[in-house]
C-alpha cells in the first residue's frame, strides 16, 4: 500500500505564493514519474506539472514562468512553488506518481486526495 498526502493548500490574494507538499510513504521501491493534477469547480481534471525520477519537468502554459515543480527523491516527496497566483488557479490540487513497490514488477499508478487552493482578487 502507497499513500499520497497533500499539504499547503489555503486561501491567498492574487500575486501571493503558495507552497504545496505531497508526501508519499508505505511500501516504496522506486517513484518514477510524479505530477500535480488540479481540477477547478465544474471544469475537467488538468495536468499542471510533470517531474521525472531525474528531475526533468515539464508544465502546462497557463503555469509555465509561475509554477516550479520540484521533488526529493531520498524523502519520496513532491513539492509545487506557485508564484503570482491567480483567481484562475483556484482548484483542488492532488498529487499522482507511478509508483513500484517493494517485490513488484511494475509502476502503479496513485493518487492523494488533493489540497484546496483558492485565490482571491
Known amino acids: 500500500q502507497v499513500q499520497l498526502v497533500e499539504s499547503g493548500g489555503g486561501l491567498v490574494q492574487a500575486g501571493g505564493s503558495l507552497r504545496l507538499s505531497c508526501a508519499a510513504s508505505?511500501?516504496?521501491?522506486?517513484?518514477?514519474?510524479m505530477r500535480w493534477f488540479r481540477q477547478a469547480p465544474g471544469k475537467q481534471r488538468e495536468l499542471v506539472a510533470v517531474i521525472t525520477s531525474g528531475g526533468a519537468a515539464n508544465y502546462v502554459d497557463s503555469v509555465r514562468g509561475r509554477f516550479t515543480i520540484s521533488r526529493d527523491n531520498a524523502n519520496d516527496a513532491l513539492y509545487l512553488q506557485m508564484n503570482s497566483l491567480k483567481p484562475e488557479d483556484t482548484a483542488v490540487y492532488s498529487c499522482?506518481?507511478?509508483?513500484?513497490?517493494?517485490?513488484?514488477?511494475?509502476?502503479?499508478?496513485?493518487w492523494g486526495k488533493g489540497t484546496l487552493v483558492t485565490v482571491s482578487s
Open positions: 508505505g511500501n516504496i521501491f522506486r517513484i518514477n514519474n
Open positions: 499522482n506518481a507511478d509508483v513500484v513497490t517493494v517485490g513488484a514488477f511494475y509502476a502503479r499508478d496513485y
